[in-house]
Structure formats: C-alpha cells, structure tokens
C-alpha cells in the first residue's frame, strides 16, 4: 500500500498493512537536527525559524527531503495568514490581528480588530485568502506527489473568534454577556475555514486537521452546553463541507476531551487527534472510538520525547500500537507535535518502532 492508502484507510476505520505514521508538525530546528543525522551535508540551511512561525521554502524543501527519506505516510503543512512584523516581538496579519511573537511557541493574539459590535459591519475574512497563502502546501504537494496522504492544518473557527478578539479571556466573557456576537465572529470564522479548506481541496490535500484546543488537562475551557450551543454545529457544516469537497476531516485538541468526545463523534469527524497521555487512556479511547472514528497519537512529547531514551520510546510505542492497533483505525503519531525539545534521535526510534511492531497482522 501506498502512505495516502494507509492512511485514508485507517480514517475510514479500517486496516492497512501497517500502522501509519502522522506529524502535525515537526518544527524547523529538528527538521534541521534530523537532516544533520540522515540527509548529505547541507550547510546553508540553519535553523533561523522566524518567531512568526511561518517556514522559510528552503525548510519546506528539506521537509520533504527528510518525509522520502523516512518513507512517512503523510504530510502536514500550513498557510500564510500574511504577517507583517512591527517591531522586534510583534506582527499583525491580514485580517487585523496582533501577535506577540515568541521563539519557544506559537504566537499569542493580544489585540484583535473585533473590539465591540460595530467592528463587525463589513468585516469578513474568507475574501482575504489568496491562493498564494498556500504556497508551502502547493510545495509539498507537487514535490511528493500521490503517493503519500497531504494534510493541511487549518485553525478551528473556535480559535479563530479567539483570535479576533484579542485573546481566549475576552471570548469567554462574551460567552457570558454577548453570545449573539459570540455567534456572529464563529459564522465570520466558519465561512473563512471553509474557503480555506476549500483551497487545499483545490490544490490536492487529502486531508484536514482542524486545529484548536478546547480542554485542559482536568477539563474543558468552556461547558458542555457551551460548546454545544456555540461550537458543535458549525463543526457540523464544516465536516459536511469538507466530506463534499472529498476530503476527510480530523479534530484536534490537547486535553482532556471526554466531557465532548461523543459530539466530536456526533457531527461525524474521521479522526481524534491527539489523544493526550496525561489525561486520556489510550486503550479507553479506543474502546469508544472503534467502528466510529480514527484514533490518532498518544506517544508522548512532553516528557518521553525531550528526556526519554530510544529504549523507552520503543517500549512506548510498542505498547502503544498493542492497545489502540487491533483491528485498524489507528494512526501513530507524538501526543501534539515534534517540538523544539524533542530528541531528533527519539523521533528516529519512534519511527522505527511503527516499522517493526505496527505491521499487520499484530503480534
């Protein structure tokens, strides 16, 4: 089987000839520490990641480099939301938004364009995306062609209203005292999401990965019936947009998600990414998901990643792979991200370990 065939297969609860293997993102400085271990000397490629966490072509290009060499299953790239640096820790993107840039993670909004209800007369987002945008996505697609399974990581509207508000706390309170705004940013953000996903769909993408975390370790950031009320039905109409563009869809989330796993369930994702560790069983996961959706991660970057040994990373995986692996539906991968702290060597053994232990038949 091909890596797109493994893959889809596993999304549509079935069993490839192996366990696949699945990367969010493998962020630039282990893309270059993999490249100094595996790729010929390449020494005009260093890690200079810009803080906005836009990728330079020459990492996308080594990217691609290392997914062949490897022989991953898939792709995960991005777009460009069109940053403008303003100063040395800061950047707005085309829809308004300004951000504190950091060198250890993801940039956090900290003024949105949405400041009161008048700032919406006129506002939409969905116009502003150029085909451009997606650059780094168009490359990885007509480098590695067919063959492997291109996911295109797109930003849940949830986190999208956050965004434009200037930040998560000021969302939550319009949950409380303005819910009509609160309805009116997530159908803003819902249209946007679905031409963004309507552009990778264009350009080949397989796959979506709608990201956006809604929990903590102990719970979620909202209620229930918050998500319910506010959420869930525009995850519907952008699972029913994306299945009708034929594409599959995937939810991720950190956290713990049992309080809403069922209505991730309900509006019919294809997939659950990543099944954090600390706070949700693997096995247990995978006892409610079977038949009904892909789980996908579980190997954790938190502490085995950055700190265990290749020995320990087998062990886990091989672990991994007899709790969630039978009978299909299970796509390998970290519980988040290769982030800047993980061992290159460890992402190496984890691979290594889908190899050996994840073909099927299991044993």
Known sequence: MTGKERILCALQGGQPDR???????INEPVVVRLADLLLPPHASIRSLQDRSGEERLEITDLYCRLVVTLDLDST?????????????????????????????????????????????????????????????????????????AHFVSIPDPFKVTWSLRGGMEQ??????LDPDLVLDLT???TTYVKAAIDVAADLGADVI????????????????????????????EIVQHTHAR????????????????????????????????????????KRHLRGRACIIGNIDCRHLLPFGTEAEVTSA???????????????????????????????????????????????
């Open 246 to 285: 034929g594409l599959r869809i995937v939810k991720h989330s950190d956290g713990n998600m049992w309080p809403i796993l069922d209505d991730i369930l309900d509006v019919g994702f294809d997939g659950f990414h990543p099944v954090q560790p600390q706070c949700m069983d693997i096995a247990a996961v």
């Open 317 to 363: 995986v091989r672990g991994t792979i007899d709790q969630a692996a039978p009978g299909g539906g299970y796509i390998l991968s970290s519980s988040n991200t290769i982030h800047p702290g993980c061992k290159a060597e460890n992402y190496l053994a984890m691979v290594a370990a889908a190899r050996e232990y994840g073909r099927y038949p299991l044993g």
């Open 209 to 236: 990965l709608l990201s956006g975390d809604f929990a903590g370790e102990d719970t979620l950031l909202m209620s229930p019936q918050h998500f319910r009320t506010y959420i869930k039905p525009f995850h519907r």
């Open 19 to 25: 366990v696949p293997l699945f990367e969010a993102y």
């Open 187 to 189: 159908r803003i953000a």
């Open 76 to 148: 995960c790239t991005t777009y460009s939301t069109g940053l403008t640096h303003l100063d040395a820790r800061h950047a707005r993107d085309k829809f308004g938004t300004m951000w504190a840039l950091s060198e250890h993670g993801e940039p956090l909004p900290v003024e949105g364009p949405i400041k009161g209800r008048t700032d919406l007369v006129g506002f939409e987002m969905a116009s502003k995306l150029e085909r451009t945008d997606f650059s780094a996505v168009q490359h990885v697609i007509d480098r590695l062609g067919a063959d492997r």
């Open 171 to 176: 969302l939550m309170v319009d949950y409380a």
